[in-house]
């Protein structure tokens, strides 16, 4: 019995220090979470959700003057915005969150100084500080636990986007995340820019649209 009484104690040890890295590793943009790129989405995107976001295109995006958690000014869409706008929306807590984070970080760093993204969320000021930390974010999140402007985009869910030009109009909105709505986004924001488009790697994005939980 001795034997295995050593043994015991060692792989205790290697569990700790492997959780130990999970820890240290949390700081950092989590990749792709527990998502596959040929996985079935367990939120798939459905054909009604994209004739619902298509049929925003065109309108106006309800303006909303508000604070983000660290209590900078945050105006989402209206006229007059300094440039086109992607707004995001968070559910707290939702897996697909965390898989479409750094998908959306990278979709940022193509058009760094060209669109300002924010990030809408239904968690509380703490949680979604906590959120930043955790997943790295270095632009506006704003906590809207009532979700008034998730219903006044039609964001039903998690993952769902939009862009919006200058001029307060929503250029296109997005019900989820895949490699092909990724592909959509880079091509309908270069085409608001008036530049060519160029390649975005969408990295591990899966190839069935998933959206998220829903508000």
Same mark, same amino acid.
């Given at each position: ?11 205790? !040890?290697?569990?700790?220090?492997? $959780?130990? +890295?999970?820890?240290? @590793? ?5 990749? @792709? ?13 459905? !054909?009604?959700? +994209?004739?619902?976001? $298509? ?14 958690? @660290? *209590?900078?000014?945050?105006?989402? $869409?209206?006229? *007059? ?13 939702? &897996? ?9 970080? !990278? ?5 760094? $100084? ?8 239904? !968690? ?15 632009? &506006?999140?704003?906590?809207?636990? /009532? ?6 985009? *039609? ?30 986004? @880079? ?18 994005? &899966?190839?069935? &649209?998933? /959206? *998220?939980?829903?508000?």
């Amino acid at each position: 019995m001795r034997p295995i009484l050593l043994v015991v104690p060692s792989f205790l !040890a290697l569990a700790s220090f492997a $959780g130990l +890295l999970l820890v240290v @590793n949390k700081s950092k943009p989590i990749a @792709n979470g527990t998502l596959d790129i040929n996985e079935i989405p367990k939120h798939p995107v459905t !054909a009604a959700m +994209l004739t619902k976001t $298509g049929a925003m295109k065109a309108k106006v995006a309800k303006s909303f003057n508000v604070k983000d958690v @660290n *209590g900078r000014t945050v105006v989402i $869409g209206g006229i *007059g915005l300094k440039k086109p706008q992607f707004v995001y929306f968070v559910h707290e807590g939702c &897996p697909c969150s965390y898989s479409a984070e750094p998908l959306f970080h !990278a979709l940022a760093e193509q058009f760094k $100084g060209q669109v300002d993204f924010v990030s809408v969320t239904n !968690a509380s000021k703490e949680e979604a500080k906590k959120w930043i930390n955790e997943m790295d974010v270095d632009y &506006p999140v704003v906590s809207n636990p /009532t979700v008034e402007i998730m219903k006044a985009y *039609g964001a039903d869910s998690s993952a769902y986007s939009a862009l919006v030009t200058t001029d307060g109009k929503i250029q296109k909105m997005w019900p989820g995340f895949s490699r092909d709505l990724l592909l959509d986004m @880079n091509h309908e924001f270069s085409v608001l820019l008036g530049q060519p488009e160029r390649h975005f790697d969408t990295q591990y994005a &899966p190839l069935k &649209p998933a /959206t *998220g939980c829903s508000f």
